[in-house]
């Protein structure tokens, strides 16, 4: 049996997959002495767990047959959606209803949802892409379209900021030259590097959108209102031409697969009917758990007094561990930024590849995430300078002690790498 064009893409093994292939390799019996610096899972904070397990039992307790024993709207629980408008209402001072909501199963399928309703082939026209505005951003972006060539990124512009940082710019130029777009996509803070986009980026992402008449989602999994791992220079806004996607995952769900898209409800309306065709609808006792973790404000009590000040913790612990253990006879920069659940790092050395040091690592028994994962090719061609190929990403998710040791080997791996090219 052959597959499909869209089963050869989907099937394939991406970057994502890969991620996914590290995380049960190392969570499998008898492999715990691997150190896993690559998976995107949040750290079990004790008071973070504890608070969602007793919102679960007490759902799981009282309401479990009206909810967990029956099918209910393809929208999401009344429950949810009223909690929803009424916390943004009163948050931001918006004017929405409950058709401007629909809650699915994760943020990552509701960025699947629009990409398949607002990109690719209609009619005759020429393809419509999936334009990431600035790459690197979440791998599993790139397994949003099914056409094979749906999805285009743009290079950033690449800022030295210190000895050991560094930044990344909106080459707005290259946005606005971009291919026919069907939708535009971004996470903020970012995923990989926890950058943020101030309000200034994004009127200028909008006009972009607005030109194109295209939807600009942006993806807030790790910033505000909640869960605030990365520290946000922007607010969620209201506009005609955005959609804004939150997820419960880095609040300390992430295998309950809980996220909820508003925006308006010209788009909203095909995204609850595309749930409907397809997954009929999210998990709902956990819809009620989320539910009632905003209506009790329980979700912004943990967000700012527990989460965000243990990753701006977290953060500067290992800033101190990089400094001190990577050695300084190679030219490492760390990119810049507040909290957030990831270290990205580019080794600005001509000897240095992702994948190399990814292979090394892992005969040390260590997984990070290769950098080229996370970048798209622009139209134009490759990421200037083969940036792409010098990076890679480690995760804050584990114990402080298990860092610091993956950090040691990775440390060990560099010097073995640029002994090599210098021998």
């Known amino acids: 049996m052959g597959l499909s064009q869209i089963g050869e893409k989907m099937s394939g093994m991406s970057g994502l997959r890969t991620i996914m292939e590290d995380i049960a390799t190392s969570t499998a019996a008898g492999s715990s002495d691997w150190l896993n610096l690559s998976i995107g899972n949040p750290s079990p904070i004790d008071e973070v767990v504890d608070a969602w397990r007793e919102l679960t039992i007490t759902a799981a307790t009282e309401d479990f047959a009206s909810v967990s024993c029956r099918y209910g709207p393809s929208r999401g629980m009344p429950t949810l959606v009223d909690a929803i408008v009424d916390d943004f209402n009163t948050r931001y001072g918006w004017d929405i209803t409950a058709d401007n909501v629909v809650v699915g199963p994760g943020s990552q399928m509701l960025c699947f949802i ?15 892409r999936l334009i990431l505005p600035m790459t690197p951003d979440y791998a599993g972006y790139q397994g949003l379209s099914l056409d094979r060539e749906g999805v285009v990124g743009i290079a950033p512009r690449v800022q030295v900021t210190g000895d050991r940082s560094f930044h ?27 950058r943020s986009i101030d ?33 946000s220079r922007l607010t969620p806004q209201w506009d005609e031409h955005l959609i804004n996607c939150f997820t419960l995952s880095k609040a300390g769900l992430p295998a309950e697969r809980i996220g ?3 925006g308006p409800a010209r788009y909203i309306r095909p995204m609850v009917s595309f749930m409907a065709n397809s997954a009929l609808h ?16 329980l979700l912004d009590k ?15 612990a290992v800033e101190r561990l990089l400094a001190d253990l990577l050695p300084d006879s190679v030219n490492w ?27 090394l690592m892992k005969t040390k028994k260590v997984f990070i995430v290769p950098g080229r994962h996370f970048f798209v090719h622009p139209p134009t061609g490759t990421t200037p300078g083969g940036h792409d190929t010098q990076c890679f990403r480690i995760s804050l998710s584990a114990d402080e002690d298990t860092i610091g040791e993956g950090i040691a080997r990775i440390a060990e791996g560099l010097t073995h790498l640029r002994r090599a090219d210098h021998a």
């Open 282 to 297: 999210a998990p709902q006792l956990m819809q009620l758990v989320a539910a009632r973790s905003l209506t009790t404000r």
């Open 168 to 194: 990344y710019g909106f080459d707005f130029d290259a946005l606005e030259r971009c291919p026919k777009a069907g939708m535009f996509l971004l996470s903020s803070p970012s995923n990989p590097t926890g």
């Open 114 to 128: 629009a990409a398949a309703l607002f990109t690719g082939s209609a009619g005759t026209e020429p393809p419509q």
């Open 333 to 359: 920069r760390l990119h810049a930024g507040k909290g957030g659940m990831f270290c990205w790092l580019w080794i600005d050395e001509d000897w240095f590849d992702d994948m190399a040091l990814y292979g």
């Open 302 to 316: 943990l967000a700012s007094e527990v989460i965000a000040p243990f990753y701006q913790a977290r953060r500067l």
């Open 199 to 231: 309000d200034g980026e994004l009127a200028r992402l909008l006009g972009v959108a607005r030109e194109r008449d295209a939807p600009l989602v942006v993806d807030h999994a790790y910033g505000a209102p909640f869960p605030r791992i990365a520290a």
């Open 260 to 262: 909820f898209a508003i």
